[in-house]
């Protein structure tokens, strides 16, 4: 047995594991005790790493599809295929979409960009406009670069209102935060004070000091009214060089709390109590989280979130919302940030952060003309789940000249790829959260190297090698062993390989000329003999630690050598500091209070001050236990009670005479759903989760589980303008008796 320790990958906390091996299998996974940032902190998902990372599901070599069966071949003869795919494709013919989990990879953070570039494309997708764009554009527009997003300071702040977020059971997002729980629980024990604004009484909620109960996707109206308090009664006082504040007070003039009461449901006393509260405390932070992403005005709402905490004085210092310095930051040009830079082909939508909305592939692949999408390539990635009308995606998917996807498993997606690519165990790759530590509420690094060796794929018996398999094969059948491939290339290598093809270098060039030319532009006069790793990968993080805030390249003595053997259970980086203007790469070098692209679409939600609402509206759902659609195969985290249900108030139940089930319906598409009353969500809104709605994969226990797919209800035709963002919360449904 031997005991090693890594950070979890599962989601955005970065807690870190310590997990007991015997040989090359995980026996046990608790919480390192050790880790500075997570403290011994773990959540039934992390518990379960090992059985993920050994899930027999999981895909062990390459597939190619032949009709409706899958062959299992070499990975030579897979990288030739996927050659011979995109090659007969031209760059803007070709297009690509990053999943959740590529944010949480070393090789997704490394080799995503080398790899869209190289595909000569502008059709990226991603998962962040089916979850956080909003914020990005907001971040962007106020503060200069989408990455500069201002988290709350949450060890030190006596006072927190959080709107949409739901960290016990999500973990936290774009606030990475390992036992948020413990983190809220402590602000109460230090005398300070929580409040949760939702339309579900969440376990966050019932944590909470108090709970605002408010109509899903009008958190803008409430955060406006709280302005309009503020200038009215003298509330303001800010700390920092803005622009645009007398744009800002203009506009919230016409959302006072009485008015905004009829439109979000909050009380106006409710409102007005808010805003003195957030002003009166020694230091206050606002969060807004995915529930106030995922609607119409993602956008407007994010910057008022930052709005309020400039307003009350409170960003950028300690207590407030803060801005982290992770160990891997470079340089920021000042360059003003810009959206639209183009637009998508058939409904004209804006690029954000090189990205188009996800909401918009399927029609960039079913109609026809010049730049019509017909190889698609997809990195961990689930979007004919997770995307607003899966079903037309899905749809769509079957209408690609060529696809190729990058996954551990065949699901609903991957079932419509020409190639799968799966990575190897998590354990056989090193890990480093570069994107997350960017939104930490404590600066902290921690890199986890790989545990085990990249294997040689096991040899079966000769009448496996080779075998085609079904498509869709159900729970309990069992699968041939996989052919002998040689040595399995590591996640990175996939990408880069990938990349290198994309180019047109072909199958067989060497991919360390790719990270020799990364190495290369990002060391500049420094040398690269100096730099430490097993591979390429680690090369490029270690460059990265050096030329870092804390790197010996830059005046301090930080390296991957020392990170990686002096400090294997994380390096504490200290509290969060002020950062602005530093940090500012705005055209003014001060915050943009009023960027005119938010202004004016501030009139667009006061013209729904007045609008009638829908008897009803849906809104989403996260459960410790599940990430998405993809930890769904791991029986301990899906068993025991269903939780594929449809929460709805019981006094919703009994107006409209329902049963134990429902049909539910939406402009997109109809369900039955299991209905499960519960008065912890507000009369009028129905809440179904995500991820659910197997179908078609090799997943024996999602299979098992299947559960009903929620964007067969959503629409993909709204979306939040300025960002692009899918609108999951919100969405109009109607409900009858089955
Ligand atoms: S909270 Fe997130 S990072 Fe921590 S153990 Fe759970 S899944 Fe892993």
């Known amino acids: 047995m031997t005991t090693v320790h890594r950070t979890c990958p599962l989601c955005e906390a970065v807690c870190g594991l310590t997990l007991t091996l015997d040989g090359t299998h995980v026996t046990k996974v608790t919480g390192d005790r050790d880790d500075p940032f997570s403290k011994g902190y773990i959540c039934p998902k992390g518990a379960s790493l090992g059985r993920l990372d050994e899930d027999p599901d999981r895909l062990s070599a390459p597939l190619v599809r032949e009709g409706d069966q899958w062959r299992e071949v070499s990975w030579p003869e897979a990288?030739?295929?996927?050659?011979?795919?995109?090659?007969?494709?031209?760059?803007?013919?070709?297009?690509?979409?990053?999943?959740?989990?590529?944010?949480?990879?070393?090789?997704?953070?490394?080799?995503?960009?080398?790899?869209?570039?190289?595909?000569?494309?502008?059709?990226?997708?991603?998962?962040?406009?089916?979850?956080?764009?909003?914020?990005?554009?907001?971040?962007?527009?106020?503060?200069?670069?989408?990455?500069?997003?201002?988290?709350?300071?949450?060890?030190?702040?006596?006072?927190?209102?959080?709107?949409?977020?739901?960290?016990?059971?999500?973990?936290?997002?774009?606030?990475t935060a390992p036992d948020f729980p413990g983190r809220l629980k402590a602000l109460q024990k230090r005398g300070g004070t929580f409040i949760v604004v939702d339309p579900r009484r969440t376990r966050t909620a019932e944590l909470a000091d108090e709970h605002v109960f408010i109509r899903p996707g009008t958190d803008a109206f409430l955060l406006a009214g709280i302005a309009h308090t503020l200038f009215a009664e003298d509330l303001v006082s800010i700390g920092l060089p803005v622009e645009g504040l007398a744009e800002v007070?203009?506009?919230?003039?016409?959302?006072?709390?009485?008015?905004?009461?009829?439109?979000?449901?909050?009380?106006?006393?409710?409102?007005?109590?808010?805003?003195?509260?957030?002003?009166?405390?020694?230091?206050?932070?606002?969060?807004?989280?995915?529930?106030?992403?995922?609607?119409?005005?993602?956008?407007?709402?994010?910057?008022?979130?930052?709005?309020?905490?400039?307003?009350?004085?409170?960003?950028?210092?300690?207590?407030?919302?803060?801005?982290?310095?992770?160990?891997?930051?470079?340089?920021?040009?000042?360059?003003p940030y810009r959206t639209g830079r183009w637009a998508s082909r058939v409904r004209g939508l804006k690029e954000t952060n090189g990205e188009l909305p996800v909401a918009t592939l399927a029609d960039e692949i079913e109609t026809p003309g010049e730049g019509r999408i017909r190889a698609l390539v997809t990195v961990a990635g689930n979007p004919a789940s997770s995307a607003p009308n899966a079903a037309k995606l899905a749809k769509a998917l079957e209408r690609l000249d060529f696809m190729v996807s990058v996954d551990i498993y065949l699901n609903e997606t991957t079932r419509h790829a020409n190639v799968i690519l799966p990575p190897p165990r998590l354990l056989a790759t090193g890990h480093y959260d570069f994107a997350l530590l960017?939104?930490?509420?404590?600066?902290?690094?921690?890199?986890?190297?790989?545990?085990?060796?990249?294997?040689?794929?096991?040899?079966?018996?000769?009448?496996?090698?080779?075998?085609?398999?079904?498509?869709?094969?159900?729970?309990?059948?069992?699968?041939?062993?996989?052919?002998?491939?040689?040595?399995?290339?590591?996640?990175?290598?996939?990408?880069?390989?990938?990349?290198?093809?994309?180019?047109?270098?072909?199958?067989?060039?060497?991919?360390?000329?790719?990270?020799?030319?990364?190495?290369?532009?990002?060391?500049?006069?420094?040398?690269?003999?100096?730099?430490?790793?097993?591979?390429?990968?680690?090369?490029?993080?270690?460059?990265?630690?050096?030329?870092?805030?804390?790197?010996?390249?830059?005046?301090?003595?930080?390296?991957?050598?020392?990170?990686?053997?002096?400090?294997?259970?994380g390096l504490d980086l200290g509290p969060l500091q002020s950062r602005l203007p530093e940090i500012l790469t705005t055209a003014s070098g001060k915050v943009e209070l009023a960027p005119p692209e938010i202004i004016e679409d501030v009139e667009r939600l006061r013209a729904r001050l007045d609008e009638a609402h829908p008897e009803f509206v849906l809104i989403g759902r996260r459960h410790l236990r599940s990430n998405n659609s993809w930890l769904h195969n791991i029986g301990p985290l899906v068993g025991g009670t269903n939780r594929c249900t449809l929460q709805i108030n019981p006094a919703d139940v009994d107006r409209l005479g329902l049963g134990e089930h429902a049909l539910i319906q939406s402009a997109a598409g109809e369900l039955t759903v299991v209905l499960e009353p519960t008065d912890k969500i507000m009369p009028g809104v129905v809440s179904l989760p995500h991820g659910w709605g197997h179908d078609g994969v090799r997943q024996r226990v999602a299979s098992g589980n299947a559960g009903v797919n929620v964007n067969v209800l959503t629409d993909e035709k709204i979306i939040d303008p300025l960002s692009g963002n899918a609108v999951f919360n919100g969405v109009p449904v109607i409900l009858c008796r089955v």
């Open 249 to 335: 007070e203009a506009v919230v003039k016409d959302f006072p709390p009485h008015v905004v009461e009829a439109a979000c449901g909050v009380p106006a006393e409710v409102s007005v109590r808010l805003a003195r509260a957030l002003a009166a405390a020694p230091s206050a932070a606002v969060y807004g989280r995915i529930g106030t992403c995922t609607a119409e005005f993602g956008t407007v709402t994010q910057w008022l979130v930052d709005v309020l905490n400039v307003l009350t004085g409170n960003l950028d210092r300690p207590g407030g919302a803060m801005f982290a310095t992770p160990a891997t930051e470079g340089p920021r040009r000042r360059k």
């Open 79 to 175: 990288f030739a295929a996927v050659e011979k795919g995109l090659k007969a494709i031209s760059g803007p013919e070709r297009a690509i979409y990053l999943g959740n989990p590529s944010a949480h990879s070393m090789a997704g953070a490394l080799y995503g960009g080398p790899l869209v570039r190289a595909l000569g494309t502008r059709n990226v997708f991603s998962a962040s406009t089916a979850d956080q764009m909003p914020k990005h554009v907001a971040s962007g527009l106020m503060f200069g670069h989408p990455m500069t997003i201002a988290v709350p300071d949450l060890d030190r702040t006596d006072f927190l209102l959080m709107l949409g977020a739901n960290p016990l059971e999500s973990n936290g997002s774009l606030c």
């Open 438 to 569: 960017n939104f930490a509420v404590r600066n902290y690094a921690r890199y986890s190297p790989p545990i085990i060796d990249t294997p040689d794929i096991e040899t079966p018996s000769a009448e496996a090698s080779g075998a085609a398999v079904s498509a869709t094969e159900g729970p309990g059948t069992e699968r041939p062993a996989s052919p002998t491939t040689g040595n399995r290339p590591s996640e990175s290598e996939i990408l880069a390989r990938l990349a290198m093809i994309a180019s047109g270098y072909g199958a067989d060039a060497d991919p360390a000329a790719l990270d020799e030319m990364i190495i290369g532009q990002l060391v500049g006069d420094h040398d690269p003999a100096e730099l430490d790793g097993d591979d390429e990968a680690e090369k490029r993080l270690d460059a990265m630690l050096r030329l870092g805030p804390y790197g010996k390249w830059n005046g301090g003595d930080l390296t991957l050598r020392k990170l990686r053997d002096e400090h294997p259970h």
